[in-house]
């Protein structure tokens, strides 16, 4: 955990690196939410919103303060401000789930699928021992409610989604085990793996970004497995390594 640290120089580079990660593929203007982790608020997210506006998305933040946790509790509040957006927008919403936003992305995904364009999650504790993270004590006191592997709500969470679903993490997580953050790869979903990046900087680690970028340029309803060969090809393990538990 002191590791965690890093994430000011994660930071710090994707600034400096900034010229290069504006050479990741356009965006499509379709809109994008953006889901922070646990007790984080919308300020965790806005660099990159920033950086996938100035690609050419439409994003938009959860607008509900500091994310004290409650995947139960929040569920109506998500839907309906899923909902919005779509309404708003005539389109469907990829969503960005960093950490416990993960989780509550892949529920959402669940709940309304036919307005969910993909899903992005950054070292989200989704399946396998999801107990298993430095967080979960402080998450149960204050959201009051019970990490369970086994309920049927955890189970759907961890399963495989309707639409093109990316996992991005690092097995140098200070928070969350990385092993909670893998999924099961398919012709639609897959995990990349970021070399050294730490919880608390990997939604504004560069080599995140750019894979981020990259997968929501991605025509609607289409889905190719990312290719490591770009700019960071150095930062990301060889997909047989980031698939394996």
Same mark, same amino acid.
């Given at each position: 955990?002191l590791?965690?640290?890093?994430?000011?120089?994660?930071?710090?580079a994707?600034l400096?690196?900034?010229?290069?990660?504006?050479r990741?593929? /356009?965006?499509?203007?379709?809109?994008?939410?953006?889901?922070?982790?646990?007790?984080?608020? +919308?300020?965790?997210? &806005?660099?990159?919103?920033?950086?996938?506006?100035?690609?050419?998305?439409? %994003?938009?933040?959860?607008?509900?303060?500091?994310?004290v946790?409650?995947?139960s509790?929040?569920?109506?509040a998500?839907?309906? !401000?899923?909902?919005?957006?779509?309404?708003?927008?005539g389109? /469907?919403?990829?969503?960005?789930?960093?950490?416990?936003?993960?989780?509550?992305?892949?529920?959402?995904?669940l709940?309304?699928?036919?307005?969910?364009?993909?899903?992005i999650?950054l070292g989200?504790?989704?399946?396998? +021992?999801?107990?298993?993270?430095?967080?979960?004590?402080?998450?149960?006191?204050?959201?009051?409610?019970t990490?369970?592997?086994?309920?049927?709500?955890?189970m759907? =969470? &961890?399963?495989?989604?309707?639409?093109?679903?990316?996992?991005?993490?690092? !097995? %140098? +997580?200070g928070?969350?085990?990385?092993?909670?953050?893998?999924?099961?790869?398919? +012709?639609?979903?897959?995990?990349?793996?970021?070399?050294?990046?730490?919880?608390?900087?990997?939604?504004?680690?560069?080599?995140?970004?750019?894979?981020?970028?990259?997968?929501l340029?991605?025509?609607e309803?289409?889905?190719?497995?990312?290719d490591?060969?770009?700019?960071f090809? =150095?930062?990301? &393990?060889?997909p047989?390594?980031?698939?394996?538990?």
């Amino acid at each position: 955990m002191l590791a965690e640290a890093r994430g000011i120089f994660e930071f710090n580079a994707s600034l400096l690196l900034s010229p290069l990660l504006m050479r990741a593929p /356009k965006g499509d203007g379709h809109p994008v939410l953006a889901l922070p982790g646990f007790l984080a608020s +919308d300020l965790s997210m &806005a660099p990159m919103r920033r950086y996938l506006r100035d690609l050419g998305y439409d %994003t938009y933040a959860w607008r509900m303060g500091r994310n004290v946790g409650g995947v139960s509790r929040m569920r109506a509040a998500l839907r309906d !401000r899923l909902t919005e957006i779509h309404t708003a927008t005539g389109r /469907k919403v990829s969503i960005i789930g960093w950490s416990l936003g993960g989780v509550y992305a892949r529920d959402l995904a669940l709940q309304l699928p036919d307005i969910v364009r993909s899903v992005i999650t950054l070292g989200s504790p989704f399946s396998g +021992d999801v107990r298993a993270t430095n967080a979960t004590r402080l998450y149960e006191a204050l959201s009051g409610e019970t990490v369970d592997d086994a309920s049927e709500l955890r189970m759907a =969470i &961890a399963g495989d989604l309707p639409m093109p679903t990316t996992s991005i993490y690092s !097995r %140098t +997580d200070g928070i969350v085990n990385w092993r909670t953050s893998v999924l099961r790869p398919s +012709d639609t979903a897959e995990n990349i793996e970021v070399y050294l990046a730490s919880h608390i900087g990997l939604g504004v680690n560069a080599a995140a970004l750019w894979a981020i970028a990259d997968r929501l340029a991605q025509a609607e309803g289409e889905f190719s497995h990312f290719d490591r060969s770009g700019p960071f090809a =150095i930062a990301y &393990a060889p997909p047989k390594n980031a698939q394996s538990a």
